[in-house]
T-cell receptor
Framework: EAGVTQFPSHSVIEKGQTVTLRCDPI?????LYWYRRVMGKEIKFLLH????????ESGMPNNRFLAERTGGTYSTLKVQPAELEDSGVYFC???????????????FGPGTRLTVL | AQSVTQLGSHVSVSEGALVLLRCNYS??????LFWYVQYPNQGLQLLLK??????LVKGINDFEAEFKKSETSFHLTKPSAHMSDAAEYFC????????????FGQGTTLQVKP
């Protein structure tokens, strides 16, 4: 079974540019999460999809960040325009519906390292 | 607000020595607790989890953690460190009633010396 995949693995852009990160969850996982780790800080929650719906977007920093999950499959996270403080590692995770008996084990992707210059 | 504190951003042990990584959480109601490990260039991997069953939880690779409500702690231990245990370890909490988001500590990098 394929794990959570993220693309690209690294991205270097200039301030003011736009970047789109992609996450492909494990097939059949309804829950999809985005997290971010800024250098030297803890991993912080950004938002949570259940299928194509945003369940919780309380962690999104501001309106320069736009997340979508078309059709409830893969998700994209767009940053427009990017600022220096957006640099960090963006993780995606997915999990099954808890009704199937798994206590929210989130499977993480390897992350996308974003550098804004 | 819920928070997780990992004491020590870097821990160094000798191969074969006991590993102890500390984690304290703030919560008025016992939450779900997790330890994740991240090896270089990989995603976070679940080591073990506490979900209100046994307070001593065993995970993969001989790691275990004990939930102590009175101390609001969930420290991770391993009796004997291997070189392959060198990685970054994260303690996380899922607050009760929450839909699923995890709150992480700042991470502890474990170095294992030969």
């Amino acid at each position: 079974e394929a794990g959570v995949t993220q693309f690209p693995s690294h991205s270097v852009i200039e301030k003011g540019q736009t970047v789109t990160l992609r996450c492909d969850p494990i097939s059949g996982h309804d829950n999809l999460y985005w997290y971010r780790r800024v250098m030297g800080k803890e991993i912080k929650f950004l938002l949570h999809f259940v299928k194509e719906s945003k369940q919780d977007e309380s962690g999104m920093p501001n309106n320069r960040f736009l997340a979508e999950r078309t059709g409830g499959t893969y998700s994209t996270l767009k940053v427009q325009p990017a600022e220096l403080e957006d640099s960090g590692v963006y993780f995606c995770a997915s999990s099954q519906d808890e009704a199937r008996g798994r206590y929210n084990e989130q499977f993480f992707g390897p992350g996308t390292r974003l550098t804004v210059l | 607000a819920q928070s997780v504190t990992q004491l020590g951003s870097h821990v160094s042990v000798s191969e074969g020595a006991l590993v102890l990584l500390r984690c304290n959480y703030s919560s008025s109601v016992p939450p779900y607790l997790f330890w994740y490990v991240q090896y270089p260039n990989q995603g976070l991997q679940l080591l073990l989890k506490y979900t209100s069953a046994a307070t001593l939880v065993k995970g993969i690779n001989d790691f275990e953690a004990e939930f102590k409500k009175s101390e609001t702690s969930f420290h991770l231990t391993k009796p004997s460190a291997h070189m392959s245990d060198a990685a970054e370890y994260f303690c996380a909490v899922r607050p009760s009633g929450n839909t699923g988001k995890l709150i992480f500590g700042q991470g502890t990098t474990l170095q294992v010396k030969p």
